[in-house]
């Protein structure tokens, strides 16, 4: 299980998340971290992948305190898949998966990733045809899939994922989702996936947690989170919430109040 306890991250001496504690993150389930533009999302996933430093608080995962472990260590339990796309360097994708799982592993033995796993995570993804391009001559949609797929590979405890949809189509958004919902329920993984398509966090997740200026506004089930109220309150967005022909939720937008800051 992650746990967040009294997390206090900040640039120089702005604070930017002032004191956040989570319920405990239970393995095996995909969380969705949500909030409007600013709130703190990069921040916290930063903060958690170590990357920040923490001026207050800690993280546990399976009881083990992060900030107590080597950044070696770390590496081998918790993936972070940035915002921006990978760089795009001259290497064929399929190298480049295999080069980042042979990145998190301490010993070479555990490096031992084979070709045939790489490929096939590169079909699950819909991308094995891209196997032999280079990545600077992939679109922005295929180096996030690609992203992902050196993600995935490595098997962390811990998967933290900003917008990894960003730049995907529908039908990827949707297989992704799928993929990911899979990969943390079998492999007992605790995804945390920043989104801002709040219907796609109703339909895919387990789990959510929204937060504005780095304070939680809410967390459960992304039916219990994703309400009205909490829209209006954390995104200044008039709404209601009702279940399509097919029983499932969506956010329906009714107005907009002021732009919140
Ligand atoms: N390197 C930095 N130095 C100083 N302030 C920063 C830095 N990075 C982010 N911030 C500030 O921290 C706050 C939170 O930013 P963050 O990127 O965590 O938000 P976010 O919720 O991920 O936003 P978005 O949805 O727009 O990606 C913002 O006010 C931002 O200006």
Same mark, same amino acid.
């Given at each position: 299980?992650?746990?967040?306890?009294?997390?206090?991250?900040?640039?120089?001496?702005?604070?930017?998340? *002032?004191?956040?504690? =989570?319920?405990?993150?239970?393995?095996?389930?995909?969380? /969705?971290?949500?909030?409007?533009?600013?709130?703190?999302k990069? !921040?916290?996933?930063?903060?958690?992948?170590?990357?920040l430093?923490?001026?207050?608080?800690?993280?546990?995962l399976?009881?083990?305190?992060?900030?107590?472990?080597?950044? $070696?260590?770390?590496a081998?339990?918790?993936?972070?898949?940035?915002?921006?796309?990978?760089?795009?360097? #001259?290497?064929?994708?399929? $190298? /480049?998966?295999?080069?980042?799982?042979?990145?998190?592993?301490?010993?070479?033995?555990?490096?031992? &990733?084979?070709?045939?796993?790489?490929? %096939?995570?590169?079909?699950?993804?819909?991308?094995?045809?891209?196997? %032999? #391009?280079?990545?600077?001559?992939l679109?922005?949609?295929?180096?996030?899939?690609?992203?992902?797929?050196?993600?995935?590979?490595?098997?962390?405890?811990?998967?933290?994922?900003? $917008? *990894?949809?960003?730049?995907?189509?529908?039908?990827?958004?949707?297989h992704?989702?799928?993929?990911?919902?899979?990969?943390?329920?079998?492999?007992?993984?605790?995804?945390?996936?920043?989104? #801002?398509?709040?219907?796609?966090?109703?339909?895919?997740?387990?789990?959510?947690?929204?937060?504005?200026?780095?304070?939680?506004?809410? $967390?459960? !089930?992304?039916a219990?989170?994703?309400?009205?109220?909490?829209?209006?309150?954390?995104?200044?967005?008039?709404?209601?919430?009702? *279940?399509? /022909?097919?029983?499932?939720?969506? &956010?329906?937008?009714?107005? =907009?109040?002021? *732009?919140?800051?």
């Open positions: 299980m992650l746990e967040v306890n009294q997390l206090q991250v900040a640039y120089r001496k702005q604070a930017i998340i *002032p004191d956040l504690t =989570l319920q405990p993150l239970q393995q095996g389930q995909l969380v /969705s971290l949500l909030g409007p533009n600013g709130s703190g990069s !921040t916290l996933l930063k903060a958690l992948a170590g990357l430093p923490l001026k207050h608080g800690s993280v546990r399976n009881g083990q305190n992060l900030n107590k472990i080597s950044f $070696e260590q770390r081998q339990h918790v993936v972070y898949l940035p915002q921006s796309l990978p760089a795009s360097v #001259h290497l064929r994708v399929l $190298e /480049s998966v295999l080069v980042a799982a042979r990145a998190s592993a301490l010993s070479a033995d555990a490096g031992q &990733v084979h070709l045939d796993q790489v490929m %096939m995570l590169l079909q699950r993804l819909g991308i094995e045809h891209l196997s %032999m #391009h280079y990545l600077d001559q679109s922005g949609g295929q180096k996030q899939l690609v992203g992902l797929a050196q993600a995935l590979i490595r098997r962390p405890r811990l998967l933290l994922l900003d $917008e *990894p949809l960003s730049a995907l189509d529908l039908n990827y958004q949707f992704v989702m799928d993929l990911l919902r899979q990969e943390t329920h079998e492999h007992g993984l605790i995804t945390l996936i920043v989104l #801002h398509d709040l219907n796609v966090a109703l339909r895919h997740s387990d789990y959510a947690v929204m937060i504005k200026g780095g304070t939680l506004l809410g $967390e459960g !089930t992304p219990t989170v994703i309400t009205p109220a909490a829209l209006a309150d954390g995104y200044g967005v008039e709404t209601r919430i009702e *279940p399509c /022909s097919r029983g499932m939720l969506q &956010v329906l937008i009714d107005g =907009l109040q002021a *732009p919140v800051r």
